[in-house]
């Protein structure tokens, strides 16, 4: 008997399927903490769409906070080494 390999297509409907879950979720806690009175299909709109903003938002960020840690990391090394020359050097 060989294993069931899913193939992209089921992944990316399972894909959508969640994005619709959480979206509905997100949606109805983000109605309720701003007060405003929508229906089912706004809620769910409201959530995956926030949610696609949200994500993008979060990418960017981190991929930000990398290189600023790439920076200071940098920056520390090369404070180290002008440390180390002036140390043993002279």
Do not use: C, N
């Not at 405003?36 to 938002?57: E, F, M």
């Amino acid at each position: 008997m060989t294993p069931h390999i899913p193939s992209q297509e089921s992944e990316g409907q399972m894909g959508f399927f969640w994005l619709l879950i959480v979206g509905a979720a997100a949606g109805f806690l983000a109605t309720r903490v701003m007060k405003v009175q929508t229906d089912v299909p706004t809620t769910v709109a409201i959530g995956v769409l926030g949610a696609l903003i949200g994500g993008g938002l979060v990418r960017v960020l981190i991929w930000s906070l990398g290189t600023v840690a790439g920076f200071l990391g940098a920056f520390l090394g090369a404070l180290a080494l002008i440390w180390l020359w002036k140390t043993y050097m002279r």
